[in-house]
Nanobody, 128 residues
Framework: QMKLVESGGGLVQAGDSLRLSCEGS????????MGWFRQAPGKEREFVAG????????DYADSVKGRFTISRDNTKNTMYLQMNSLKLEDTAVYYC?????????????????????WGQGTQVTVSS
């Protein structure tokens, strides 16, 4: 079992920045590709960004390209999501997920059904 713990959420104004962190424990962190997903009230969970086990392959949802940056530090068992130029529509609970590299054919997965482990989520609220 891998435990994932997100942190860094909060209440910010439109145009501000936040950095989310996701720390993993219990399994070899670099055996997993990682991803950020979010779920807004009344909506389904959606893919935000994904990163391969070594950080060489990255993918973003179109809605966050150019504003968000995903990264990971395997020496710290931690993944990050730097969010700049936040918009009202970025308001959601943000979840980090881990998927074993043996469970996916690509380096990164944007399908939440493939993920093996999830964090508890962290709330991001963007106000005007």
């Amino acid at each position: 079992q891998m435990k994932l713990v997100e942190s860094g959420g909060g209440l910010v104004q439109a145009g501000d920045s936040l950095r989310l962190s996701c720390e993993g424990s219990g399994r070899a962190f670099d055996d997993y590709a990682m991803g950020w997903f979010r779920q807004a009230p009344g909506k389904e969970r959606e893919f935000v960004a994904g990163i391969s086990w070594g950080g060489n392959t990255i993918d973003y949802a179109d809605s966050v390209k150019g504003r968000f940056t995903i990264s990971r530090d395997n020496t710290k068992n931690t993944m990050y999501l730097q969010m700049n130029s936040l918009k009202l529509e970025d308001t959601a609970v943000y979840y980090c997920g881990a998927v074993s590299v043996s469970h996916i054919s690509a380096d990164v997965s944007d399908f939440d059904g493939e993920y093996d482990f999830w964090g508890q989520g962290t709330q991001v609220t963007v106000s005007s």
